[in-house]
């Protein structure tokens, strides 16, 4: 039996998923199952092919390594490749192979690969929506903790009179990559969304200027 656009392959996903692991606590299935959520809503948005959206989007993150990885611009493309392989396994079709791991390799910042399809557009959008908002804060605090990073530097919290660094602080990654996600972004769709996340941030910091 095809398992396309099918719960059964979803629950072969979940189950793959939660017997890997994680790199940290980010990137973990709650993660996955928000870029899931975004991608098949942006995938009927944008009339892109479920059958390739679907398992590209549980799968981009089954191997991950951590943010200060020598080898990290590596990991879409280990994730792609293992991908295909449990995919081979459950006897998914294999003619969306190729989709699929483009769509996969392509999603990461780090490897810098262009998604050359809707669907592998629709996944990086995806994957990167999450980086923006509410839960966007939140996992930026998450890997800047595991990290040891402080919040902010003491003497210019936001960076009015340095270069953003965020080797040394949680709060210079909103300056060096999330306020640059929402005009990265591929389809009408998440532009649109991403505009309004980056809203969301944008309040923090303001928030944050006045707590401090």
Known sequence: MSLEFSPELERHCCVFLQAQGHA????????ISRVVKVAKKLALEESADLAVVVPAAWLHDCVSLPKNHPERHLASTLAGDKAIEFLTSIYY???????IHHAIRAHSFSANIPPNTLEAK???????LDALGAVGIARCMQVSGALNRPLYSWNDPFCETREPNDALYSIDHFYTKLFC???SLNTPSAQLEGRRRQEVMRVFLDDL????
């Open 24 to 31: 940290d606590s980010a990137h973990d299935v709650s993660h």
């Open 181 to 183: 996600i929402a005009d």
């Open 93 to 99: 079709p294999s003619e969306y192979f190729d989709a």
């Open 209 to 212: 200027a006045l707590e401090i």
């Open 122 to 128: 629709i996944v990086q959008d995806a994957d990167r």
